[in-house]
């Protein structure tokens, strides 16, 4: 099936699954994960050169925009509005492997797959997304998506947080974060103000309402200008905030949060009483990854595939490369951050497949809208040093209007209709503005 003997014709490879009567597929390059990363890769490198032979791996029939899941919860979006099929965002010219990923062996250039398929490659991209970690938090498989007990970070109970906020009707409002890198590390406090905002627009709700922050963090976000503004929106709205608070456990027969707290005198579990509450799991790479030779092996990275910060190339396998949330990159797990990984990944690659130096250099840069309110959004841009990168001419640590106009209808359309066809360049947002 690999053109490295016979090419393929592009009526074949268009948007279709591969042909899987055979155990042994060969390509020039393998991209593990067709969600954002992978999509957006894949077009990238067919727009440099339409005869590279490459497969997609990726189980899911429909892919999500999933920063829009907030927007979901919040009652802005339907569930519905943030999918597509799969097929139909595939590029003409790739094949699409239907299948789970199972176990990676670079040292062979060869993965296999859940149907039993051995997959050979030259280049392998890694970005299958990142793994939710539901089971590490006690009770809370069994609780989810009933009895007020809600997340974002699943299409599953995205629909089901509006719900809870909307028919809220006064108690403790919990809303937690956990001692794990996660995606989109703003997402956690933009849904707890947008159920502010709801609370606070019936006045009998708010009246007998307490809205608590419990992450396990030690500030409100790494960035200290954008800290500062986020600190002062808490205060603005009464918003109790525990700080190093890492949620353990759900007791959903008595509605019990329990955390672990650290202190410098050691952990205390809490108890806190709640009446609704908006979990952030844990999270983690897909463990094919974190058992595989091309994981980080200790260290605060450790389980994410090992790669270099600036150039995306793995750190001991040089056909190897990764970009997303299963990176090791030490920056937001953001689909802004793929924005710029992305086309630094497709210039090294082809650099090293032409045995040319590699010059693309990711700076890490990444985006988070912080939604602090419907209509108000802190457009937080910034960099591996934890400084502000801002693609507009004013302050980005103020909530603005108009930056929520760009969180609700333009990033959704610049996602669809450029970033995932690989055609996202700087100045796309403005020019969108422009009309």
Not at 222 to 235: R, T
Not at 242 to 268: P, R
Request: charged letters at 20%.
């Amino acid at each position: 099936m690999s053109n490295l003997t016979t090419p393929k014709s592009p009526a074949i490879a268009n948007t279709t699954e591969a042909n899987l009567d055979s155990n042994t597929l060969k390509y020039q390059i393998v991209i593990v994960g067709g969600g954002a990363a992978g999509i957006t890769t894949a077009n990238q490198l067919l727009s440099k050169d339409k005869s590279l032979d490459i497969a997609i791996i990726e189980p899911a029939a429909q892919h999500y925009y999933q920063p829009g899941w907030t927007m979901v919860g919040g009652g802005v979006f339907k569930l519905e509005d943030t999918a597509r099929n799969e097929q139909d965002l595939i590029p003409q010219g790739a094949t699409w492997i239907k299948d789970y990923v199972t176990q990676l062996d670079p040292d062979h250039n060869v993965l296999l797959t859940q149907t039993g398929k051995r997959v050979e490659y030259e280049y392998l991209v890694l970005c299958p997304g990142i793994q939710i970690d539901w089971h590490l938090i006690k009770g809370l498989k069994d609780a989810i998506g009933k009895d007020g007990v809600t997340s974002n970070y699943s299409k599953d109970y995205a629909s089901y947080t509006w719900e809870v906020i909307n028919n809220f009707s006064g108690g403790t409002a919990l809303f937690t974060y956990p001692n794990t890198p996660i995606k989109c590390g703003g997402a956690p406090q933009k849904i707890m103000y947008m159920a502010d905002d709801i609370f606070r627009s019936k006045s009998q709700v708010s009246q007998r309402t307490k809205v608590m922050f419990c992450t396990a963090t030690a500030k409100m976000f790494a960035v200290p200008e954008y800290c500062e503004s986020l600190e002062k929106v808490v205060a603005r709205r009464n918003i109790q905030v525990n700080f190093k608070y890492n949620l353990k456990e759900i007791k959903a027969e008595t509605k019990e949060a329990i955390f672990d707290f650290t202190t410098d005198q050691g952990v205390e579990e809490v108890s806190i009483n709640y009446d609704i509450i908006h979990v952030t799991p844990p999270m983690s790479a897909p463990d094919f990854i974190k058992e595989s030779p091309l994981a980080v092996k200790s260290g605060t990275s450790q389980g994410w595939v090992d790669v270099n910060k600036d150039t995306l190339q793995h750190n001991v396998y040089p056909n190897v490369f990764s970009l997303g949330d299963a990176s090791s990159l030490p920056t937001s797990k953001t689909a802004a951050a793929i924005r710029k990984q992305a086309p630094v990944l497709v210039s090294n690659l082809l650099a090293v497949r032409a045995s040319s130096s590699l010059t693309g250099k990711y700076n890490g840069y990444t985006c988070c809208p912080l939604i602090t309110g419907y209509g108000k959004v802190v457009m937080a841009e910034f960099d591996y040093d934890n400084k502000p990168v801002s693609s507009f001419p004013f302050d980005p640590s103020k909530e603005r209007y108009s930056m929520w106009l760009l969180k609700k209808y333009v990033f959704p359309w610049l996602y669809w209709n450029r970033m995932l066809k690989g055609k996202l360049f700087e100045g796309d947002r403005l020019k969108f503005l422009r009309g």
